[in-house]
């Protein structure tokens, strides 16, 4: 009788560095512990599936060589996009539990990609787990993603955000204090299938094509952008990876309220100079900063709905899921 194997993979809320990764920016997310694990025995030659949180079963044949858009249950594009990434053959029988909902923006997706990643063999890194699920997540949505979502999932440290350098591909983990709470508020459903989110990324292209690399550039080369949007796309990338640097900097020396304003300013730049926000996230930020002991507010995510994360004091925010940083995705034994 096959052996029963577990792996799991957390998903990640990303504090502050929104839409920076795919121009090689700074990012600071965390995996958290909530997360996506899938229980299972070997099969030969078979991906055979269903999900606690999700309608039907999936079944596919290995080696996986066709569309995966095309795959239904619609859940099983991720786990034949992986497949095909890494070529298996050898395949898998089971069961998936998952307590991230789909559209949180808390990245669900690429925690199934790397769960599905580990289940089916993959002996790397985190870093090359990670590009192998990112390649699978654009093989599966179309959708031009950063890195970030994949490499802070497969890359997270017990106890520690992490700081990303999309560019080189560092991670440096920083511990996040015990002392305050990190709550994350499901706000509304989205989906970057079909959203904005690739107009995003060619809008900074362009910024690129007329000031060179925006992680490089400065707000003084912003100016030499004559086109508004590439303008304001550019502002935002340009400050958020100052954002980065800064909230990183405060949150390491205690000084909670400044990370919260920080926070606040992202969101900020995120509804005015980015377009991603909605008024139903903007009013959800809004009365989050109101309450007391809220250091600051912002969505997380790619934006269109999803979550908002908050820093505050212990027990000053009683609606939403308090989530502490998790370790990366991994063989559970």
Known sequence: MSETLRVHAPGRVNLIGEHTDYTGGLVFPMAIDRGTTLTYTAADGVIELTS??????????????????????????YIAAMSAELGATQGLRGHIVSDIPAGAGLSSSAALECAIGLALGFDGTPLELSQAAQRAEHR????????????????????????????????????????????VKFIAHRTLEGSEYADRVAECARAEDKIGPLRLATLDDVGR????????????????????????????????????RIMTEGHASLRDDFDVSTSQMDDAVDRLNAIPGVFGTRMTGGGFGGCIVAICQPGA??????????AGARRVH
């Open 52 to 77: 606690d949180g999700a309608p039907g079963a999936l079944s596919i044949s290995l080696p996986f060589d066709g569309e995966p858009n095309t795959v239904e249950p619609h859940w099983g594009s």
């Open 225 to 260: 952008i004559t086109e508004d949007i590439a303008r304001r796309r550019a502002r935002h990338v340009i400050n958020e990876n100052q954002r980065v640097r800064d909230f990183a900097a405060a949150l390491a020396g205690g000084d909670y309220v400044e990370a919260g």
């Open 317 to 326: 925010l009683a609606d939403g899921w308090v989530v502490s940083p998790s």
């Open 140 to 183: 599966a949505t179309g959708v031009p993603t950063g890195i970030m979502d994949q490499l802070s999932i497969a890359a997270g440290v017990a106890g520690h955000a992490t700081l990303i350098d999309c560019d080189g591909l560092s991670v440096t983990p920083q511990v996040v204090p015990d002392d305050i709470d990190v709550v």
